[in-house]
């Protein structure tokens, strides 16, 4: 069974990389040297903020992809460690939080 990391790295601009790997130690070195991805390249120097345990591959795959879509704040509450607050960050999304003119179970009603 194939393992994998999913790691979080701090970009200089202050921007975050999520990413996945089977070898963590030789990611970095990649990424240090700009050979890793063309976003981080252009970002350098590059900083491991976080990362998780090993997993199995096709876990880590979709915790990476979770957490790519997630907002900078919610990012920073893990790497933090402060897991009670991840919850509350979650952002949902209905047409009642969408602040839209109409209801848009009943149709336009403003004409």
């Given amino acids: 069974m194939k393992q994998g990391v999913v790691y979080i790295l701090k970009c200089s601009n202050g921007s975050f ?5 089977n070898d963590l130690e030789e990611r970095l070195n990649l990424h240090h040297r700009g050979l890793a991805s063309k976003f981080t390249a252009g970002h350098l120097p590059v900083e491991l903020v976080w990362n ?3 997993m199995d591959i096709n876990d880590a795959i979709s915790l990476e992809k ?3 879509g997630w ?3 919610k990012k ?4 933090n460690e402060e897991y009670e607050k ?6 949902k999304y209905s ?11 009943q149709g336009d009603k403003s004409r």
């Fill in 17 to 21: 990389y999520t990413g996945v790997t």
């Fill in 52 to 54: 998780s345990d090993t």
């Fill in 66 to 68: 979770q957490i790519k």
């Fill in 71 to 73: 907002r900078q704040e």
């Fill in 76 to 79: 920073v509450a893990l790497i």
């Fill in 86 to 91: 991840l919850p509350g960050l979650a952002r």
């Fill in 95 to 105: 047409l009642k939080n969408l602040d839209l003119p109409f209801d848009g179970a």
